[in-house]
């Protein structure tokens, strides 16, 4: 039953978005004319539905009025009314509607531009003109919609596009969208107008012009595309070696002239052309190899690397030997682009065993592309193979990432090679998201060895499991298992903040904190909180802790210690202060200040030592109101502070405070004047030393060194004589630091004081005031004295005589020195040969000519090599004689008897007739010779 017209048109007005929708889906079935102009209204309805069944039940009512409404629709905030109100004016293409159709090019729905360029390519062929010049406009995505527009046109917009692509005044955009259009048509007769866009400046424009020449596959451009390969935009080349591919068995030839061209740049895109036309270009390839140099093979071979034929497989297995090493690099690399088989392997493993390391680790990596080849193959060779080979097995494991591996990486660590383990153990580390269960044995072991390569193969690993053994490592008697632990949580970082900080709270060695403080320590701004939390403890040990953490990370954390002074907890205020000590930064000056007033006498105490410890002049004047207090303490602390701070305006008081009846004081006061050391103190200081007390006299002279002054000579000189030696070394150590002590004798008399520490103390003095009337006692001194005083001699004679000086007698001693020894190695020579242990003899003669160069210790030595019936070394050390003491009678005398031993007569004879050329010889000499020559004659 059709429902009444008067009742539906008031429906469409109903408030109610459900009545109105129905009212208006009613009318879809059943159109009428008397509903038009409230439909129409119905365009401008809120709600969406309403909008779209309105266009629908005005679809069939068409006429003027209804396309303008629609017209102003296309820009609806709906998709759906978008999409139907093109939908229903694209039936009717004509200028009307032309401008609406082409701005929803522009649409923001992919939907919509599609269904309005499908539309606009169903217009009349006088409508392409103008569609194409919609190229210019500034949107891409209506640029992209129009191309898509005219592509479905076809053969319709050939000659538009022909004839628009011959003027030259358009937009680079424009010629860009022409270009494409011309490949997506396959133009083939555009192509040489298309070689004119190959000379343009526009990087865009050259590379649609290039993929567009590339698909139209005229064979004649070949030799214009091949200009481009060396292009230096990436882009560029890209899309040229593109268009070559496309053209396939047809440019090889000229790809093929290209390996061998002088460019790297030029070789390397052939060879990626050449890969990319594939097996067409295997036949070309091969027939040039052998043709080709050494470069020229390379660059083939790169070619074919991507072409997975068994000829080529081959070929690559075999050159994996060749003697060029690129070629060999690039063999090996290739194999891993083809199966594996027993071939492949049997060469690859060879070629583990090859010199060069990178040739070495390129057949791993190929050995671990192989993902089919079974776990138990690579498993077996860790075990049987040699050294080198478990090397790369376990190399090969680490590049393959298979857990399965692990546990076999494991029983490495119990070899005795240390080189595999240390490779197993960063293949191990390399690993991500290891199975803990295999680790944590071992980790908790007895074993040192095991648990040292353990720990190091899991830094890097982020896991908590391993916290606790972790933390037990660094408690390990073994330096490297500590190192691992601490690397380990250094890698961990920000996560292992909340678990070292648990540490703390329980019972583990000072080894433990003591690495968990300097890890903290390093993580500074992201520890911040669990170092504070170590201060608001209740436990002195964490407080400790804490403070020691807080100093490691310095200025850092004082923000954070300061807002802990604010604190109403005593104690934290304690905490706090006691790492701002160790800190001592000017920055804590202020909040110091006021914690002077603090109610708490323990919290003022440690403030003043902050202040002191800080040593900033700006703090003196508060730090001297201190001084009014009764308190003993207070006032010592205060009198420290100011010492550290060195501040000469508190001169008055410490003056003052010298006198006070307090000794504590008094020292205090002493100490504070030795490190300020103002003018100031010498007059107060000479007069004190007439009432100093004996517990206070060795601060005093310590004092007096630190002023360094010639006023103080004569009480240091009378108290040389002191005989308590711990008051006489500091005596002694004052003197050496006066500019000059005239009582130089009374100094030179302590070198033979009994007490070791004395002697050195004189000793060193002597040479800083550099005494000259000390040199002869201090060589004296030297060869009495042990080896450390020795020392301290020699730099006390170097200070004094100057460095020349120095050189000159050093060198004298060690002479004296070495002549000594000399003479002492002879003397046992001499004892030697007493005995006839002749060896001996010359083993001592030996060093004495080290250290001497004397005849008397050569003479012995033949003597001693002629015992040994050594002749010839006998010989040569008489000859070494005779050239030191050329006509020595003894020597050749000597020298015929070594010969009258060797039966060497003719010799004997030369030496006498030598002999006796002499105008006077010793009348043993003569009966020598004639006695020889008797034996000579009887024999």
Request: proline content about 2%.
């Given at each position: 039953?059709?429902p009444?017209?008067?009742i ?10 459900n009545?109105r929708?129905?009212a ?5 079935k059943y159109p ?6 409230t439909l129409l ?20 009512l ?12 296309v ?7 978008r999409?139907v ?8 293409p004509?200028s009307?509607i032309?401008?609406?159709?082409v701005?929803?090019?522009?649409d ?20 392409i003109?103008q ?6 406009s500034?949107?891409?995505i209506?640029?992209n ?9 076809g053969?319709r917009?050939h ?8 003027r030259?005044?358009?937009h680079?955009e ?7 259009l011309v490949g ?5 007769d ?5 070689l ?12 649609i012009?290039?993929?567009t ?7 004649e451009?070949?030799p ?16 040229c ?7 396939g068995?047809?440019?090889?030839s ?17 060879s990626r052309?050449?890969e990319?036309?594939?097996?067409m ?9 052998y043709?080709?140099d ?9 070619a074919?690397?991507?072409?997975k034929v ?14 060029d ?7 090996i ?8 088989d027993d ?6 493993f ?5 010199e ?7 057949a791993a ?6 993902k ?5 193959y ?10 080198n080979?478990?090397?790369?097995m376990?190399?090969t ?13 494991l ?11 240390m490779c197993?153990s ?8 290891k199975?803990?269960?295999?680790f ?5 072991g ?5 648990k ?6 899991l830094?890097g690993d982020?896991?908590?499991?391993y916290?606790?053994?972790?933390l037990?490592c660094?408690?390990s008697t073994q330096?490297?298992i500590?190192e ?5 949580f ?11 900080r648990?540490?703390f709270?329980e ?5 433990v904190?003591?690495?968990i ?16 939390s ?5 436990e002195?040990d964490?407080?400790y ?15 954070e210690?300061?807002s ?8 934290v205020?304690?905490?706090?202060l006691q790492a701002?000590e ?6 804590s ?23 002191g ?5 700006s703090?003196?004047?508060p730090l001297e ?6 308190d003993?303490e207070m ?5 420290r ?5 060195c501040?000469i305006?508190?001169d008055?008081?410490l ?13 205090e ?5 030795g490190?300020?050391?103002s003018?100031?103190f010498l ?6 030393i007439?009432?100093v007390s004996e517990?206070?006299k060795?601060?005093?002279?310590e004092?007096?060194?630190?002023f360094r002054?010639?006023?103080f ?10 005989e308590?030696?711990?008051?006489l ?5 004052a003197?050496s630091?006066?500019?000059k ?8 008399t ?9 002697k050195k ?14 040199v002869k006692e ?5 060869q009495k004295?042990?080896s450390?005083l020795?020392?301290h001699i020699k ?12 050189k000159?007698l050093?060198a004298e001693?060690?002479?004296s020195?070495?002549?000594e ?7 046992d020579?001499?004892?030697f ?9 010359i ?9 001497s ?7 012995l030595?033949?003597k ?14 008489f ?11 003894r ?23 030598k002999l006796?050329?002499k105008e006077s ?14 034996k000579?004659?009887?024999?």
């Amino acid at each position: 039953m059709i429902p009444e017209l008067d009742i539906l048109l008031i429906q469409l007005q109903d408030g109610r978005d459900n009545v109105r929708i129905e009212a208006v889906r009613t009318l879809v079935k059943y159109p009428n004319k008397l509903a038009k102009s409230t439909l129409l209204k119905n365009l401008n309805d809120s709600n969406s539905d309403v909008r779209y069944y309105s266009v629908l039940a005005l679809s069939t009512l068409m006429d003027s009025s209804v396309s303008q409404a629609l017209i102003e629709m296309v820009h609806d905030s709906s998709r759906l009314v978008r999409l139907v109100v093109l939908k229903e004016l694209g039936k009717n293409p004509s200028s009307a509607i032309y401008e609406s159709m082409v701005d929803a090019l522009a649409d923001i729905d992919e939907d919509v531009r599609s269904l309005a360029a499908d539309s606009l390519s169903r217009f009349p062929d006088r409508f392409i003109a103008q569609i194409l010049n919609e190229f210019s406009s500034s949107s891409w995505i209506k640029r992209n919609q129009i191309f898509k527009t005219i592509s479905l046109m076809g053969i319709r917009a050939h000659d538009p596009v022909r004839k628009l692509l011959k003027r030259d005044d358009l937009h680079r955009e424009q010629y860009y969208w022409l270009i494409k259009l011309v490949g997506e048509f396959r133009l083939k007769d555009q192509s040489r107008i298309l070689l004119t866009f190959l000379k343009s400046q526009d990087d865009e424009v050259l590379i649609i012009t290039l993929e567009t020449l590339g698909s139209l596959g005229f064979l004649e451009i070949i030799p214009d595309l091949i200009k481009f390969l060396d292009h230096p935009i990436d882009r560029v080349r890209e899309a040229c070696i593109k268009a070559l591919s496309s053209h396939g068995e047809y440019a090889v030839s000229f790809l093929m002239d290209k390996l061998s061209n002088e460019s790297r740049v030029i070789r390397l895109s052939a060879s990626r052309t050449l890969e990319n036309i594939g097996d067409m270009a295997i036949a070309p390839l091969l027939d040039k190899f052998y043709d080709r140099d050494k470069e020229g093979r390379f660059w083939i071979l790169d070619a074919l690397k991507k072409l997975k034929v068994p000829m080529v497989k081959s070929i690559f297995t075999s050159l994996c030997n060749d003697d060029d090493y690129d070629i060999q690099m690039l063999s090996i690399s290739a194999l891993s682009e083809f199966e594996w088989d027993d071939e492949i392997l049997d060469v690859l493993f060879q070629l583990l065993s090859n010199e060069e390391w990178k040739i070495r680790s390129e057949a791993a990596r190929t050995l671990a592309s192989y993902k089919s080849i079974p776990n138990d193959y690579f498993i077996q060779q860790l075990q049987i193979g040699d050294v080198n080979i478990k090397y790369w097995m376990i190399k090969t494991i680490e590049m393959k990432q298979d857990y399965t591996y692990l546990p076999i990486l494991l029983e490495v660590f119990n070899a005795s090679d240390w080189n595999l383990k240390m490779c197993a153990s960063d293949a191990i580390q390399k690993f991500q998201s290891k199975p803990s269960e295999i680790f944590l044995d071992p980790l908790r072991g007895i074993d040192e060895n095991i648990k040292y390569w353990v720990s190091r193969s899991l830094i890097g690993d982020l896991s908590s499991v391993y916290i606790e053994p972790m933390l037990l490592c660094l408690d390990s008697t073994q330096s490297g298992i500590r190192e691992n632990a601490y690397s380990f949580f250094e890698a961990m970082g920000v996560k292992s903040i909340p678990y070292l900080r648990q540490a703390f709270t329980e019972i583990r060695s000072r080894v433990v904190y003591t690495s968990i403080a300097d890890l903290l320590a390093g993580m500074k701004a992201n520890a911040f909180d669990e170092v504070l939390s170590l201060f608001r403890s209740s436990e002195k040990d964490e407080v400790y802790w804490g403070s020691v953490i807080a100093q490691k990370m310095g200025v850092k954390i004082l923000p954070e210690l300061h807002s802990l002074l604010e604190s109403q907890d005593w104690k934290v205020r304690l905490n706090a202060l006691q790492a701002i000590e160790k800190i001592a930064s000017k920055d804590s000056i202020p909040i110091l200040l006021e914690l002077l007033e603090d109610e708490y006498f323990s919290i003022r105490k440690l403030a003043v030592n902050c202040l002191g410890q800080i040593k900033d002049i700006s703090v003196s004047s508060p730090l001297e109101h201190l001084m009014e207090v009764d308190d003993i303490e207070m006032r010592l602390l205060v009198i420290r502070a100011l010492g550290n701070i060195c501040s000469i305006e508190s001169d008055d008081l410490l003056i003052h405070s010298l006198r006070d009846e307090n000794w504590l004081i008094q020292r205090e006061c002493l100490r504070a004047m030795g490190k300020i050391r103002s003018d100031k103190f010498l007059v107060p200081l000479r007069d004190y030393i007439k009432i100093v007390s004996e517990n206070l006299k060795e601060e005093l002279i310590e004092n007096i060194g630190y002023f360094r002054n010639a006023s103080f000579e004569d009480i240091l000189s009378i108290w040389l004589n002191e005989e308590d030696e711990s008051l006489l070394q500091k005596v002694i150590i004052a003197i050496s630091a006066l500019p000059k002590f005239n009582d130089y004798e009374k100094l030179c008399t302590l070198l033979k004081h009994e007490n070791w520490s004395v002697k050195k103390e004189a000793i060193v003095a002597l040479g800083r005031l550099r005494v000259k009337y000390s040199v002869k006692e201090l060589k004296q001194s030297l060869q009495k004295s042990d080896s450390i005083l020795r020392v301290h001699i020699k730099e006390s004679l170097k200070n004094i005589l100057g460095d020349e000086t120095w050189k000159n007698l050093l060198a004298e001693y060690v002479d004296s020195s070495r002549l000594e020894q000399a003479e002492k190695f002879f003397k046992d020579a001499k004892t030697f040969a007493q005995n006839k242990k002749w060896k001996e003899v010359i083993s001592s003669l030996t060093k004495a000519k080290a250290l001497s160069d004397q005849i008397k210790y050569l003479n012995l030595q033949a003597k001693a090599y002629a015992e040994l019936q050594d002749y010839k070394k006998a010989e040569e050390i008489f000859l070494i004689i005779l050239q030191k003491k050329p006509g020595d009678i003894r020597i050749f005398s000597n020298l015929a008897m070594l010969h009258f031993v060797q039966k060497n007569y003719t010799r004997v004879e030369a030496i006498f007739e030598k002999l006796e050329a002499k105008e006077s010889l010793p009348k043993e000499v003569i009966q020598l010779i004639e006695k020889v020559r008797l034996k000579i004659k009887a024999k």
